[in-house]
C-alpha cells in the first residue's frame, strides 16, 4: 500500500503562484517505494470529469504538462524527499479545483490517463479568485 497525501492548496488572487507537495509513504517491505513509481496530478473542477495536469516518471527525468498548462505548471519530484511537486504560476480563476496527486506502478502506462494510476491521495483544494 502507497499513502499519498497533497497538502499546499488554499485561496490565491489570479496571477499568484502555490506550489502543491504530495508526499509517498509505504508500508514497511512494501516493493513499490516512491523511486519505483510514475507520479501524476489531476484535477477536478466543481461539476467537470478529472482531467490530467501533468505527469513524471519514476527518475524524475522525464516530465510532461498537459498542453494547455505548459509555460506556467511544473512538475517535479525529490525521491529522497519522497515527495511530488506542482508547481502553478500565473494562476486563473479557470485553476479553481481539487488537485490530486497520483502513483503508477505501471513502467509503460499511458500517464495521462487516470485509469493507468493504482494510488490516489485525498486532494487539495486551489480556490483561485478574480
Known amino acids: 500500500q502507497v499513502l499519498l497525501t497533497e497538502s499546499g492548496g488554499g485561496l490565491v488572487q489570479a496571477g499568484g503562484s502555490l506550489r502543491l507537495s504530495c508526499v509517498a509513504s509505504e508500508d514497511t517491505g512494501n516493493y513499490y517505494t516512491m523511486n519505483k513509481l510514475a507520479m501524476g496530478w489531476f484535477r477536478q473542477a466543481p461539476g467537470k470529469e478529472r482531467e490530467f495536469v501533468a505527469a513524471?516518471?519514476?527518475?524524475?527525468?522525464?516530465?510532461g504538462v498537459v498542453a494547455s498548462l505548459k509555460g506556467r505548471f511544473t512538475i517535479s519530484r525529490d525521491n529522497s524527499e519522497k515527495t511530488l511537486y506542482l508547481q502553478m504560476n500565473s494562476l486563473r480563476p479557470e485553476d479553481t479545483a481539487v488537485y490530486y496527486c497520483?502513483?503508477?506502478?505501471?513502467?509503460?502506462?499511458?500517464?495521462?490517463?487516470?485509469?493507468?494510476?493504482?494510488?490516489w491521495g485525498q486532494g487539495t483544494q486551489v480556490t483561485v479568485s478574480s
Open positions: 513524471v516518471n519514476p527518475s524524475g527525468i522525464d516530465t
Open positions: 497520483a502513483a503508477s506502478v505501471s513502467r509503460n502506462g499511458d500517464y495521462y490517463l487516470a485509469t493507468s494510476y493504482d494510488y
